[in-house]
Structures are given as structure tokens and as C-alpha cells.
């Protein structure tokens, strides 16, 4: 009989609980202390928990640690190091202390660092986040400690995405504890939470393998579209298939063991598309759980020949695949800050996060579009089964009827308190409507309000969660600094606490109207009305990430101490570098695949053609019988034709770019110059895979791909 997930959850972790048996009172007591406030954990106390997490994890059959990071590449990384230390001639023992907890000097030469590391100074360190806990992995029979870190640069530059994922919460729980002290006295923690919604494919590994296009690049570069796609919408929320299924279960257990509490898995839209979720947790730790179950699902589907595709549209003409972020902020006195209360004073704390959360955005769209840019999201946004690349806010009719109200109601100098409470008891009548509306009906806005979160629509499937998750802590906490100035000065000017509150929210709400939007996202008339309302809509990466080097933008980060100017330029030409560097394997790889496998093939076949049509004469067929053959003869050589003169140019076209020394051009010349013959090749390559004989093709195609059973 199986165990039940209650028993085996979180088996695989250091948990609260390992540690109070394996930890003195005192030194337990001291962790717990440092976890929940961020402050430093001295050393003798390390030394003590490095012991303790040793005996843990030798126990269960470790023989190996490591520090475990998120570097810039987007994947996670590992350097194993044996606890097993000599001590004499042929004897050893294991040994593990506070120093190969906290520090380690993980070559940091081969990560991305934008120009932060010099070749001569190529140290980084990789620095123990005790706010995650440590786990183990296990790899076949192999189990390996891993201890969740901050990466960065020998002079303590950020080279990863976690060092800034937790300056930006704790701005952010800084900002918003002195915010819900107008409500609030004991509130001493506010901790902002994720819960993500993974969205993947899984295809067969023999089919998948034979794909060169998707082993090197992550997506078919080539293949037309089944003569069945998604048009009969009869995948979503469909049966799993068993294969499939026992590949779930299999990846489930091992994430409930390594405590990643996953709750929902279902069908998605398109064929062979797949979602996970769990219940949301702190962002870290969510984050690193995100990260966690990415690697893990594709380990175990190879146990099942299988392959997991997390890219963000991996196949043509069908669903790309996303990963939403829902959003929130919750006390430590048990209150979700943007969860509607009972009484009308919770009500105008969550009004005072909601609207502020509003204005942030508004300020921000641009900032939160560069943190989701990337060669892969651009085929989403904007392609019909995505948010646009327009950032917009949806809060449903409830929330709109009650900014207007608070819009109208509210006239600085004749807004009284009798007319603030009156106001607030209306507002308040009016939310219990609101919680049965759970304005969860526009599914195409990229940044809707469900109900008692956000939720944040245009991240892609394979992204780590960090970039946008230190965007919006990073808005959202300047936003409050600058609320509580505001509102501040009027209470210094005599005003009472609830009347200033309400009269600087009413202003947020007239000055960030221009951010939210109610009707269809994926409308032509959205975008035109957008561009009336002066939003910016970016379709492609590299624009997008301009944003990012701002004035607006460094002085944000470098005031909430997120970054340094100088890490947000690193981070900026990383990401370039990053959509050069797919840009051109992905050329690369085309080029190849047409040139060494489709044309072959499709002269092959023309071959055939030719041949039969001389068959026809030599027997005094009539012309005009052999014509069909002709036609498909003519139509092979053209296509065959203009593939290879395409080929020819797109790699002039490469040639052209590389040469460009500044990277921001050469980005720009890989998106407008190289990328469009993409597209090109793809038409006609896509062609002759209707016409050649289905024997000689030598690619698995989509309707194999996609529905496997
Ligand atoms: P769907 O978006 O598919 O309708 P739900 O709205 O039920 O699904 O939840 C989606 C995700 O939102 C889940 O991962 C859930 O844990 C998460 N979530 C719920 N409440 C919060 C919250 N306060 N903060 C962050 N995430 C939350
Ligand atoms: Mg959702």
C-alpha cells in the first residue's frame, strides 16, 4: 500500500522539524529568529546547523553537498562537493562545517555577468540563503544536500537571480509594514507570496530525439500544422492520457517529497499541453520550489521516455505555453492584504494595497514588460493566446463600480470624515458582492485582480519567476514609500488619518486610470486605444529591454537598494546576449536542418517524379496526363530553390550582425535582419512537407508530435 502524501511530504527536506531534533534549543531558536527577520546567523550558531544538517542528510543516504543557485542562464546550478574528507593513511570521515555552508567560491567564469566579472578576477561566490530550507536531491541512487544560495561577484555584485529577488522583498515588507501601521499596530512582517501556474508540454522521447530542432532549441523550427489542431478544443480539461499520467504521478511524489505542496494538474488548451500548480507559499521559497520542480519534471520523464518542453511555443500555430504569477502580500497577523475584509476599516487597508498596487503598475508597465522579455515570450505576447505586450490592469466591475464611487465621492477640502465613513460603510456594503464576482472572467489581460491576489499573466513557462517577481516588489514598495509621504504630510497639516488616506488614494485612482483596461485583450481595437492612451506596446525583446536602463528605471532599483546601476546595465547586455546567442543557434540549426535534411529529401522525391514522367513517355503516355507530375516537379524546384537562396542570405545576414560591435544594435539586427527569414524558410520548408512522399520525410511531424496516446 502507497503512503500517503501527508506521510511523505517534505521527507526530502531540512525541515523546521528536522532541525529542532537535530539542534540544540538554543541554536534552533536563534535560526528561527534569523530566518523570520533576515538578520545575519553568527557563526559559532552556522557551525552548529552545518553539523546538524550533515548528520540529516547522512542519515538519509547523502554523500555529496552543494550550494545550489539560480544564475543568470535561467537553469539552476550545482557544484557536488563529498563530505567524505581524508584523515590519515586510507582513513576518512565526514565532515561538513559552517564554512561550506555559508560560503563557497564556485568558479564563476562560465556564468553570464555582463561585464561584471573581469576574466582576471573570475571569483564568485555563492552565499547561504537561510530563508529557504536545504534538501535533499536524488538522482538515481545518488543523494546529494543541496543548500539553496545567493550567487555573486567577488566584489558582491548580484550574478544570479535570488540576491535581488530578496533585496526587493525586503524593500517591499518595509514599505508595507509602515503602511499597515495606519490599520494596524502589530502587524511586524508583511511577506509577499507567489503562487505559479506551470504550464509545459510532454512529447516522446524517441520523437523528440529524432528532432534536432527541438533537442537544440526547445522548439520545431520547421512542420506544418496538423490537419486536427486545437480547433475542436476537446484537450483542455480532457482525460489525461496513462502515459502522461503515470509520468505526473511519478514527478508529483518526488516534488511532495522534496515539500513542494502541488495541488492542480490539468489538460491545457493545446494537444499535448499540460499545467501544474501548487498552493502559493512565500515568494522565495515558491521561487526556488519553481525552479526545483522545472528540473525535476524533466529527470523523471526521461524515466518515462518521455520529454517535458517547458519553452514558450514550441509548436506553431498552436497554444504557447506561460507561467502565471499570482501575487499577493500577507501579514504576519494572518490578514492577505488584498483579500477584502469584514469591516469597513480592513476594507480601507485593502483599498489602500489595491489602489497602490494599481498605481505601481501604471508607473511601472514598461519595467514589468522588460522583466519578461525574451527571444521565446515574443512568439506569445501578442500572438491571440497571450496577453499582449501591452501591460494593462483588470480589476472587474465590482472594483470599478467602487473607484468610481471613491473618485466621485472624494473632493479634497470638502471630504469630511462623516463623508469618509459614510463612504467606507457604502464601499463596505458593496464587498460582498464583490467576493461572489471573483473577477476572474477576462482571461486576456496580463495583469488581472482575482479576487484576493493578482495575478500576473505574460510571464513565459520556461522564465524564472525572480525577474518579474523583483519588478513588482520593487514598484510596489516604492509606491508605498512614496504613499505614506503623501499621506504624512496631510496628517501633518491637520488632516484626519482616514480622510488623507482616501483623498491620496482618489488621486492614484485619476492617475492611473490609464492602466486599467476591462474589455478583450487580444482585440486590434485595445491596441489602437492603447496607443491613444499613450502605452507602450514592444513586440520583440530587445526594444523591450531598453526599459530596463531607463533613468526611471536605475533610479528605482538603486533607491529600493535592488540593484546598482552598474547590475542593471550587467543584467541588461546579459539578456541581449542571451537573445543573440538563441537567435543565431537557432539560424544555425535551421539552416542545417533544411539544408542537409529537407532539400535531400525533396530532390529525392523530385528525383521520383522526373523519373516517372519519363516512364510516361518512354510508354507514349499523352503529355497532358504527366502533367499533375510536372506541376509537382515545378513546385518542388521552386521551393527547393528559394530555400536555398534564403539559406544563403540569412546567413549573410548573420555574418552582417556579428560584425556589429555595439550589442544593443547587433540584438536589434538579429531581431529585425536575421529572424524574418525564419519565417520565410519555415513557409516553404512547410510546403513541400505537404507534397513529399510521407516515407522519405525524415522528421517526426506535429500530428505525431501531438497526439500521442
Ligand atoms: P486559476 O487561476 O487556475 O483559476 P486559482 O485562482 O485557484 O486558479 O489559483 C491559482 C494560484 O493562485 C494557485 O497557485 C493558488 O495557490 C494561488 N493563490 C491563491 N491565493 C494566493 C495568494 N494570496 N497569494 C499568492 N498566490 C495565491
Ligand atoms: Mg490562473
Given at each position: 500500500?502507497?503512503?500517503?502524501?501527508?506521510?511523505?511530504?517534505?521527507?526530502?527536506?531540512?525541515?523546521?522539524?528536522?532541525?529542532?531534533?537535530?539542534?540544540?534549543?538554543?541554536?534552533?531558536?536563534?535560526?528561527?529568529?534569523?530566518?523570520?527577520?533576515?538578520?545575519?546567523?553568527?557563526?559559532?550558531?552556522?557551525?552548529?546547523?552545518?553539523?546538524?544538517?550533515?548528520?540529516?542528510?547522512?542519515?538519509?543516504?547523502?554523500?555529496?553537498?552543494?550550494?545550489?543557485?539560480?544564475?543568470?542562464?535561467?537553469?539552476?546550478?550545482?557544484?557536488?562537493?563529498?563530505?567524505?574528507?581524508?584523515?590519515?593513511?586510507?582513513?576518512?570521515?565526514?565532515?561538513?562545517?559552517?564554512?561550506?555552508?555559508?560560503?563557497?567560491?564556485?568558479?564563476?567564469?562560465?556564468?553570464?555577468?555582463?561585464?561584471?566579472?573581469?576574466?582576471?578576477?573570475?571569483?564568485?561566490?555563492?552565499?547561504?540563503?537561510?530563508?529557504?530550507?536545504?534538501?535533499?536531491?536524488?538522482?538515481?541512487?545518488?543523494?546529494?544536500?543541496?543548500?539553496?544560495?545567493?550567487?555573486?561577484?567577488?566584489?558582491?555584485?548580484?550574478?544570479?537571480?535570488?540576491?535581488?529577488?530578496?533585496?526587493?522583498?525586503?524593500?517591499l515588507?518595509?514599505?508595507a509594514?509602515?503602511?499597515?501601521?495606519?490599520?494596524?499596530?502589530?502587524?511586524?512582517?508583511?511577506?509577499p507570496?507567489?503562487?505559479?501556474?506551470?504550464?509545459?508540454?510532454?512529447?516522446?522521447?524517441?520523437?523528440?530525439?529524432?528532432?534536432?530542432?527541438?533537442?537544440?532549441?526547445?522548439?520545431?523550427?520547421?512542420?506544418?500544422?496538423?490537419?486536427?489542431?486545437?480547433?475542436?478544443?476537446?484537450?483542455?480539461?480532457?482525460?489525461?492520457?496513462?502515459?502522461?499520467?503515470?509520468?505526473?504521478?511519478?514527478?508529483?511524489?518526488?516534488?511532495?517529497?522534496?515539500?513542494?505542496?502541488?495541488?492542480?494538474?490539468?489538460?491545457?488548451?493545446?494537444?499535448?499541453?499540460?499545467?501544474?500548480?501548487?498552493?502559493?507559499?512565500?515568494?522565495?521559497?515558491?521561487?526556488?520550489?519553481?525552479?526545483?520542480?522545472?528540473?525535476?519534471?524533466?529527470?523523471?520523464?526521461?524515466?518515462?521516455?518521455?520529454?517535458?518542453?517547458?519553452?514558450?511555443?514550441?509548436?506553431?500555430?498552436?497554444?504557447?505555453?506561460?507561467?502565471?504569477?499570482?501575487w499577493s502580500m500577507?501579514?504576519?497577523?494572518?490578514?492577505?492584504l488584498l483579500?477584502?475584509?469584514?469591516?469597513?476599516?480592513?476594507?480601507?487597508?485593502f483599498l489602500t494595497f489595491f489602489i497602490n498596487v494599481i498605481k505601481a503598475v501604471s508607473e511601472g508597465?514598461?519595467?514589468?514588460?522588460?522583466?519578461?522579455?525574451?527571444?521565446?515570450?515574443?512568439?506569445?505576447?501578442?500572438?491571440?493566446?497571450?496577453?499582449?505586450?501591452?501591460?494593462?490592469v483588470?480589476i472587474?466591475?465590482?472594483m470599478?463600480?467602487?473607484?468610481?464611487?471613491?473618485?466621485?465621492?472624494?473632493?479634497?477640502?470638502?471630504?469630511?470624515?462623516?463623508?469618509?465613513?459614510?463612504?467606507?460603510?457604502?464601499?463596505?456594503?458593496?464587498?460582498?458582492?464583490?467576493?461572489?464576482?471573483?473577477?476572474?472572467?477576462?482571461?486576456?489581460?496580463?495583469f488581472?485582480f482575482?479576487?484576493?491576489k493578482f495575478?500576473v499573466?505574460?510571464?513565459?513557462?520556461?522564465?524564472?519567476?525572480?525577474?518579474?517577481?523583483?519588478?513588482l516588489n520593487?514598484i510596489v514598495a516604492?509606491q508605498l514609500?512614496?504613499f505614506?509621504?503623501?499621506?504624512?504630510?496631510?496628517?501633518?497639516?491637520?488632516?484626519?488619518?482616514?480622510?488623507?488616506?482616501?483623498?491620496?488614494?482618489?488621486?492614484y485612482?485619476?492617475?492611473s486610470?490609464?492602466i486599467?483596461?476591462?474589455?478583450?485583450?487580444?482585440?486590434?481595437?485595445?491596441?489602437?486605444?492603447?496607443?491613444?492612451?499613450?502605452?507602450?506596446?514592444?513586440?520583440?525583446?530587445?526594444?523591450?529591454?531598453?526599459?530596463?536602463?531607463?533613468?526611471?528605471?536605475?533610479?528605482?532599483?538603486?533607491?529600493?537598494?535592488?540593484?546598482?546601476?552598474?547590475?542593471?546595465?550587467?543584467?541588461?547586455?546579459?539578456?541581449?546576449?542571451?537573445?543573440?546567442?538563441?537567435?543565431?543557434?537557432?539560424?544555425?540549426?535551421?539552416?542545417?536542418?533544411?539544408?542537409?535534411?529537407?532539400?535531400?529529401?525533396?530532390?529525392?522525391?523530385?528525383?521520383?517524379?522526373?523519373?516517372?514522367?519519363?516512364?510516361?513517355?518512354?510508354?507514349?503516355?499523352?503529355?497532358?496526363?504527366?502533367?499533375?507530375?510536372?506541376?509537382?516537379?515545378?513546385?518542388?524546384?521552386?521551393?527547393?530553390?528559394?530555400?536555398?537562396?534564403?539559406?544563403?542570405?540569412?546567413?549573410?545576414?548573420?555574418?552582417?550582425?556579428?560584425?556589429?560591435?555595439?550589442?544593443?544594435?547587433?540584438?536589434?539586427?538579429?531581431?529585425?535582419?536575421?529572424?524574418?527569414?525564419?519565417?520565410?524558410?519555415?513557409?516553404?520548408?512547410?510546403?513541400?512537407?505537404?507534397?513529399?512522399?510521407?516515407?522519405?520525410?525524415?522528421?517526426?511531424?506535429?500530428?505525431?508530435?501531438?497526439?500521442?496516446?
Amino acid at each position: 500500500m502507497a503512503r500517503k502524501v501527508s506521510e511523505i511530504f517534505a521527507e526530502n527536506v531540512f525541515t523546521e522539524t528536522a532541525m529542532k531534533s537535530y539542534l540544540s534549543e538554543d541554536a534552533f531558536l536563534s535560526v528561527m529568529a534569523a530566518t523570520k527577520t533576515g538578520h545575519k546567523i553568527d557563526r559559532k550558531i552556522a557551525d552548529q546547523v552545518a553539523s546538524a544538517m550533515k548528520s540529516w542528510a547522512i542519515s538519509k543516504g547523502a554523500t555529496h553537498y552543494t550550494h545550489w543557485f539560480q544564475p543568470l542562464t535561467g537553469a539552476t546550478a550545482e557544484k557536488h562537493d563529498a563530505f567524505f574528507q581524508l584523515s590519515g593513511t586510507n582513513r576518512g570521515m565526514e565532515v561538513f562545517d559552517s564554512n561550506a555552508l555559508v560560503q563557497q567560491e564556485p568558479d564563476a567564469s562560465s556564468f553570464p555577468s555582463g561585464g561584471l566579472r573581469n576574466t582576471f578576477e573570475a571569483r564568485g561566490y555563492s552565499a547561504w540563503d537561510p530563508s529557504s530550507p536545504a534538501f535533499l536531491m536524488e538522482v538515481g541512487i545518488g543523494k546529494t544536500l543541496c543548500i539553496p544560495t545567493i550567487f555573486v561577484s567577488y566584489n558582491g555584485q548580484a550574478l544570479d537571480f535570488k540576491a535581488p529577488l530578496l533585496k526587493s522583498l525586503q524593500a517591499l515588507e518595509t514599505a508595507a509594514v509602515e503602511v499597515c501601521h495606519y490599520f494596524d499596530k502589530n502587524v511586524t512582517r508583511v511577506v509577499p507570496t507567489l503562487g505559479w501556474e506551470q504550464e509545459y508540454f510532454v512529447v516522446d522521447e524517441a520523437l523528440y530525439e529524432a528532432r534536432p530542432d527541438l533537442v537544440f532549441s526547445g522548439r520545431t523550427l520547421i512542420g506544418h500544422a496538423p490537419a486536427k489542431g486545437q480547433q475542436l478544443e476537446d484537450h483542455y480539461f480532457g482525460s489525461i492520457p496513462e502515459r502522461v499520467y503515470a509520468f505526473m504521478l511519478d514527478f508529483e511524489m518526488e516534488s511532495f517529497r522534496l515539500g513542494i505542496p502541488l495541488k492542480t494538474r490539468h489538460n491545457e488548451v493545446a494537444p499535448s499541453q499540460f499545467e501544474v500548480a501548487p498552493y502559493f507559499e512565500e515568494v522565495n521559497v515558491a521561487v526556488d520550489h519553481n525552479q526545483l520542480l522545472m528540473d525535476v519534471m524533466q529527470r523523471v520523464a526521461r524515466r518515462h521516455k518521455l520529454r517535458v518542453i517547458l519553452h514558450e511555443k514550441p509548436f506553431a500555430g498552436i497554444n504557447g505555453s506561460g507561467k502565471h504569477n499570482n501575487w499577493s502580500m500577507a501579514t504576519d497577523t494572518g490578514k492577505n492584504l488584498l483579500s477584502p475584509g469584514r469591516t469597513p476599516k480592513t476594507n480601507l487597508q485593502f483599498l489602500t494595497f489595491f489602489i497602490n498596487v494599481i498605481k505601481a503598475v501604471s508607473e511601472g508597465d514598461d519595467i514589468i514588460r522588460a522583466s519578461i522579455a525574451s527571444a521565446a515570450n515574443d512568439f506569445r505576447l501578442g500572438a491571440n493566446e497571450a496577453p499582449p505586450a501591452i501591460i494593462s490592469v483588470f480589476i472587474g466591475s465590482y472594483m470599478t463600480e467602487i473607484l468610481g464611487e471613491i473618485e466621485s465621492k472624494v473632493e479634497s477640502g470638502k471630504f469630511t470624515e462623516e463623508s469618509e465613513q459614510s463612504l467606507r460603510l457604502e464601499i463596505h456594503n458593496k464587498i460582498p458582492a464583490l467576493m461572489q464576482d471573483n473577477t476572474d472572467r477576462n482571461r486576456t489581460s496580463p495583469f488581472a485582480f482575482t479576487g484576493n491576489k493578482f495575478e500576473v499573466r505574460a510571464v513565459g513557462s520556461s522564465q524564472n519567476c525572480s525577474a518579474t517577481m523583483t519588478v513588482l516588489n520593487t514598484i510596489v514598495a516604492d509606491q508605498l514609500v512614496a504613499f505614506k509621504k503623501e499621506v504624512d504630510a496631510l496628517i501633518y497639516n491637520g488632516k484626519n488619518r482616514e480622510v488623507a488616506l482616501m483623498e491620496v488614494l482618489k488621486g492614484y485612482i485619476t492617475e492611473s486610470k490609464k492602466i486599467l483596461f476591462e474589455g478583450n485583450n487580444y482585440s486590434d481595437e485595445w491596441e489602437e486605444e492603447a496607443a491613444r492612451r499613450g502605452l507602450n506596446n514592444i513586440k520583440n525583446a530587445p526594444r523591450a529591454l531598453d526599459f530596463m536602463i531607463t533613468k526611471k528605471s536605475i533610479d528605482l532599483f538603486v533607491r529600493n537598494d535592488v540593484f546598482t546601476e552598474e547590475e542593471i546595465h550587467a543584467r541588461h547586455e546579459i539578456e541581449l546576449e542571451k537573445y543573440i546567442k538563441i537567435v543565431q543557434i537557432e539560424g544555425r540549426i535551421i539552416g542545417e536542418l533544411v539544408m542537409n535534411q529537407i532539400v535531400p529529401v525533396a530532390i529525392q522525391y523530385e528525383n521520383e517524379l522526373i523519373n516517372n514522367i519519363r516512364g510516361h513517355n518512354e510508354i507514349g503516355l499523352h503529355v497532358s496526363l504527366s502533367e499533375s507530375q510536372r506541376n509537382l516537379v515545378s513546385d518542388i524546384s521552386g521551393h527547393v530553390n528559394t530555400i536555398v537562396k534564403l539559406v544563403n542570405e540569412m546567413t549573410e545576414a548573420r555574418k552582417a550582425a556579428n560584425h556589429i560591435e555595439n550589442i544593443r544594435d547587433r540584438a536589434i539586427a538579429y531581431c529585425d535582419l536575421v529572424k524574418p527569414f525564419f519565417e520565410e524558410i519555415r513557409y516553404h520548408t512547410d510546403k513541400l512537407e505537404l507534397i513529399v512522399d510521407d516515407k522519405l520525410w525524415p522528421l517526426p511531424k506535429y500530428r505525431e508530435l501531438l497526439f500521442m496516446r
